[in-house]
């Protein structure tokens, strides 16, 4: 599975960005969005399964929404009051299980974002 984002650039501080992922085909479980800072590890941002179940890091909670579109294998990412510390590179990130149980584990090339004060 082919993971293609797309939305990041330079954005001044309280702005607003918004990612799109596209994936080259279907049946993952879960997708969402990890950034990784420069220093950092990489880290979760959020992610939503086939049924819209939503999990946030506490850092972006009420400002990012992610939300995905299953017919269009897509997920975005609306990043609302944006703040310097959430300059990073974003990965789009997809999993799914196979039917022997076993997990896949798929990653964007990653899309940066900067955000200036």
């Known amino acids: 599975v082919l993971l293609v984002e797309s939305g990041g650039g330079l954005v001044q501080a309280g702005k607003s960005l918004r990612l799109s992922c596209q994936a080259s085909?279907?049946?993952?479980?879960?997708m969402g969005w990890y950034r990784q800072a420069p220093g950092k590890q990489r880290e979760l941002v959020a992610t939503?399964?086939?049924?819209?179940?939503?999990n946030y890091a506490d850092s972006v909670k009420g400002r990012f929404t992610i939300s995905r579109d299953n017919t269009e294998d897509t997920v975005d990412l609306q990043m609302n009051s944006l703040k310097p510390e959430d300059t990073a590179v974003y990965y789009c990130?997809?999993?799914?299980?196979?039917?022997?149980?076993?997990?896949?584990?798929?990653w964007g090339q990653g899309t940066q974002v900067t955000v200036s004060s």
């Open positions: 990130y997809g999993y799914r299980r196979s039917s022997n149980y076993k997990d896949y584990n798929y």
């Open positions: 085909e279907g049946n993952l479980s879960k």
């Open positions: 939503i399964t086939t049924v819209g179940n939503t």
